[in-house]
């Protein structure tokens, strides 16, 4: 009898409620499993509840994805993605700022592909439009095949346009459209099935709907946290003073804001990211990370400013348990065998193989992207690959210090400085090699065709570099391209190294534990002390002017040797790891590296103003201790104008494709 009682769950596990209608399933056979599997089988059917056999052919594994399950689950999926696109479209794909974005002539774009242009802005806003209606269509099951190309057509089209808007679930939120596409997912609470009642009694649909999508999902949460177990993680250095943040003030009662930072967010994110998806999987272990799951995306959208994000994986969530759990909340569980045995041919077809091979190519090529940069080197920089495909989420912050374009009118002789955001809001750029080279030509572009007006006569043969400081992960602040490189000529390929994009210098990583005791003296100095780490490449000189704001400023070498001379001083001075020089204010200072080795180096300053801003900010505080944990309302109202303003801009561009009445634009101000 124990024996028999113990066999019960197994088979439950393996015939579920939306399984049932699988009449042609036999029973488990020990000759299914090798022998020596069993143990392995069986504790792969106890912890999935299916059994391995299902996976030993094409044809076995093409039955087991064409197997019948309620289509429930999947319909109520759909109509919550929809619902996050209608919200997504305004925010994250800059439906609110459509004017911006695409009303300025000189506005320069970074698309993948050479030869993409954006449109007109009239026609920029049909795309928005044709994009907005499929996210209806989507949401409300309504021509759901018309919908899912009328939503996923403009979303590729306006994100390929742009690589420094790309985020991970930006193309997550794209390939999950994509296989909505190929899927049933109307099968179940839509205007389909209500206009077409025959529709809705196909209650069905084969297995590989939800597989597609479950297992999309399974790739983020794995490869997330295959990302971060890694020493740059896991040391606690990408992601600071998060601890500081409300949501962690329960473990604040425990421990200190360094071991929050450590253990919760970098460890126990890492841990969870890459053994939630397993966990979810299991049958006795979804309920009990459940809570976790919910708590963490919900973190993520106190935390983080990533749009709908945590609200597309919280939508997800529900396909890990019982198909017809939508079903059973109304109380309507029937289950029409007919049906399934229908669905359900006893030798899968040829087109049904085809199908298979279809889902294993894309799920190795998903396996692939984000491993493939030894493929598109011409990507890499300090990070391999463009962000967006990888997965590699959090994993990387940046500080840019200080970034300047020069523009030198080789016939004239004379160098002009260019704002560096006269033609784009975004900041990408200054970390990708190809996004510099596009933008150094769109500036050239601008330029001869005397888009800039008001601005100084510069001739046509001119070179232009750039120069940007920035950090990575709290390290030192750096060059990211060699500022000798006149990037009109700067040789660029998506398949080679780029030779003028300057590395990462990790061979100062042994020293970031000393810069933050540094810093921490330096903060303890007074409240208006600060210090800034730079390091340098032999034979560059950094210019640093130091405002008047300043006082008290200090050049102290850490390593390496550097040259340092002022613009009101004719000699210059030699200096050594150790040693420490007085700076004046409102002057240019040179410091270059010589020598065979990166120097680093550190200015320390007292900002003389902070006093008067010391006493702002206490008015500040007051202030923000007034406001509430949970600024839902003040969220809604922001969105809610937000999406009145998209909705203008698309009044805007009918009524000019159709009455030609004028479009007002709202143009960036530029320094």
């Known amino acids: 009898m124990a024996n028999s009682k113990r066999k019960l769950p197994t088979k439950s596990s393996v015939t579920t409620a939306q399984e049932k209608p699988h009449t042609t399933r036999q029973s488990p056979n020990p000759n299914d499993v090798p022998a020596q599997g069993s143990t392995l089988g069986n504790l792969f059917q106890e912890c999935f509840g299916y059994e391995t056999s299902n996976f030993s052919s094409l044809t076995n ?232 799951m919910l708590s963490f995306h919900l973190m993520n959208s106190r935390l983080f400013v990533i749009g709908m994000f945590p609200w597309v994986c919280l939508a997800e969530v529900p396909l890990f348990f019982s198909f017809d759990w939508p079903r059973r909340i109304r109380g309507r569980t029937k289950t029409a065998p007919a049906e399934a045995a229908a669905l359900t041919p006893s030798k899968p077809s040829l087109l049904a193989r085809l199908r298979t091979c279809l889902i294993l190519g894309y799920c190795v090529l998903q396996l692939f992207l984000p491993y493939s940069h030894f493929i598109t080197k011409g990507y890499n920089n300090w990070t391999n690959g463009l962000y967006g495909y990888s997965w590699d989420m959090m994993v990387h912050s940046y500080d840019t210090l200080q970034t300047s374009i020069q523009v030198v009118d080789n016939d004239n002789q004379l160098v002009h400085n260019l704002n560096p955001f006269a033609f784009t809001e975004y900041e990408r750029w200054t970390k990708y090699a190809d996004m510099a080279v596009q933008y150094a030509k769109c500036i050239e572009e601008n330029i001869q065709n005397r888009q800039v007006k008001g601005g100084p006569s510069i001739g046509s043969n001119i070179s232009i570099y750039f120069d940007i400081w920035c950090s990575m992960n709290g390290r030192f602040q750096q060059r990211s391209f060699d500022p000798r490189v006149d990037l009109l000529k700067a040789p660029w390929s998506p398949f080679e190294t780029t030779s003028w994009s300057l590395p990462l210098l990790n061979e100062l990583n042994h020293m970031r534990p000393k810069l933050r005791t540094i810093e921490n003296e330096v903060l303890a100095w007074n409240n208006y002390s600060d210090v800034i780490f730079v390091a340098d490449f032999p034979g560059l000189t950094l210019i640093n002017f130091i405002s008047p704001d300043l006082i008290n400023c200090t050049l102290t070498i850490l390593e390496g040797n550097v040259r340092y001379k002022s613009e009101v001083e004719r000699e210059s001075y030699f200096l050594t790891a150790g040693k420490s020089i007085g700076l004046q204010s409102n002057i240019t200072h040179f410091v270059t590296t010589i020598g065979q080795k990166p120097a680093s180096y550190l200015f320390t300053y007292t900002n003389k103003t902070m006093l008067e801003q010391d006493i702002a900010s206490e008015e500040e505080t007051a202030a923000e201790s007034e406001r509430p944990l949970l600024p839902l309302w003040r969220e809604f109202e922001q969105r809610v104008a937000n999406y009145q303003q998209f909705l203008e801009h698309i009044g805007n561009c009918l009524l000019y494709l159709l009455y030609d009445v004028p479009i007002p634009l709202a143009v960036r101000e530029r320094d």
Not at 133 to 147: D, H, T, V
Not at 168 to 188: E, I, K, R, W
Not at 226 to 249: C, D, N, P, R
Not at 271 to 292: C, G, H, Q, Y
């Open 61 to 292: 594994f093409t039955t087991w994805l064409q197997r019948p399950v309620d289509g429930a689950a999947l319909g109520v999926f759909r109509l919550l993605f929809g619902a996050a696109m209608l919200v997504d479209i305004a925010e994250e794909r800059g439906g609110g700022q459509l004017d911006v974005r695409f009303g300025e002539p000189h506005h320069c774009h970074f698309p993948l592909f050479p030869g993409m242009r954006a449109l007109a802005y009239p026609l920029m806003g049909c795309v928005y439009l044709c994009m907005w209606l499929g996210a209806w269509g989507i949401m409300l099951g309504y021509r759901f095949r018309c919908s899912c190309l009328a939503f996923i057509v403009p979303y590729w089209y306006i994100f390929l346009l742009d690589k420094p808007t790309w985020n991970n679930h930006s193309y997550l939120f794209g390939l999950v459209g994509t296989l909505l596409l190929f899927t049933q997912a109307d099968s179940y609470c839509s205007l389909e099935s209500w206009l077409n009642p025959a529709r809705s009694r196909s209650r069905t649909v084969p297995y590989w709907n939800y597989f597609l999508i479950k297992f999309q999902f399974f790739v983020l949460y794995m490869y997330a946290g295959l990302k971060k177990i890694s020493a740059e993680w896991l040391s606690g250095y990408a992601m600071s003073s998060l601890s500081q943040h409300w949501v962690f003030a329960p473990f604040r009662q425990m421990l200190d804001p360094e071991l929050i930072d450590l253990l919760i967010v970098h460890w126990f994110t890492a841990f969870f990211d890459v053994s939630i998806a397993f966990f979810m999987t299991i049958e006795k272990t979804r309920l009990l990370v459940t809570p976790f």
